[in-house]
């Protein structure tokens, strides 16, 4: 006797499936924004030492030199301003924060789908644990405030696609 509606146990499984998406894309973006932060710090110090140690001292005495300062001056501002203001670090720790919080709610979703597999779980008990699933899903969401990467996004919905039909297919 099936105590949950196929209707339900397709929705959980559904709402599962993105929990394993959202991990995926979360934490592929923070990649992502590790790496801007990472490459974006060794450009800004490469161009302070360059200018330090080559710009200043050599080209100083050039009737030109004074120019060739005043660009490299320019790149180091430049580059300073754009660390300041492209915020990567932050981003990347919100999304690894959000990776890791689906990556719990991943398994509590696993959980509930399993509780319905298993015939233990009333229709009631499991559309109150997916409510409540889902709000603590959107709260994750909205914690994060990056720009879309499609690709990313692809990707993540592909492998998790994937993993979902060969673990539970």
Not at 10 to 31: H, Q, T
Not at 57 to 70: C, D, F, R
Request: hydrophobic share 40%; with cysteine.
């Amino acid at each position: 006797m099936f105590r949950v509606t196929d209707q339900t146990r397709e929705s959980v499984f559904e709402d599962f499936s993105n929990a394993e998406w959202y991990m995926r894309y979360y934490g592929s973006l923070a990649d992502v924004y590790r790496k801007k932060h990472y490459w974006t710090r060794i450009a800004l110090l490469t161009s302070v030492l360059v200018e330090a140690v080559i710009v200043i001292p050599l080209l100083s005495g050039w009737s030109y030199g004074i120019y060739a300062i005043a660009i490299a001056s320019l790149i180091v501002i430049g580059l300073t301003v754009y660390d300041a203001i492209s915020n990567h670090a932050t981003h990347a720790a919100k999304l690894t924060m959000a990776c890791d919080e689906f990556s719990l709610l991943r398994t509590e979703w696993r959980s509930l789908y399993l509780g319905i597999e298993s015939d233990r779980l009333e229709e009631e008990q499991v559309l109150d644990r997916q409510r409540e699933l889902l709000y603590r899903t959107n709260l994750i969401g909205a914690s994060v405030e990056v720009k879309q990467d499609k690709k990313h996004n692809l990707t993540a919905a592909t492998e998790a696609n994937q993993v979902m039909s060969e673990q539970y297919g």
